[in-house]
């Protein structure tokens, strides 16, 4: 079993990258523990397995998530999205 602390550096529904103080080994089993800005428990995922590995980098492909992670997941991406800039129309005079 691998233990480590890492920072997220990409996210999204079905998976997540990840900046490690440790290498992994692609096709490892993760779980992850993450912690969210704006959620006041960690998203945790108990099922998910590192698909690409380059030294301390590395991409987790998310495995099957319970109605609770699903939900913390959507409500941090959710949460996320930056509307759209309102167009600022000028009159030709």
Known sequence: M???DGVVTDLSRSGIGIRGNRSGIPGMDVALSVDLLGLEE???IAQSQACWVAE???GVALGPLT???KKHLQFFLGGRVTPPRPRRWHRRP
């Open 56 to 58: 301390f980098r590395f």
């Open 67 to 69: 109605l609770k992670e």
């Open 2 to 4: 691998l233990i480590a």
């Open 42 to 44: 960690p998203l945790c």
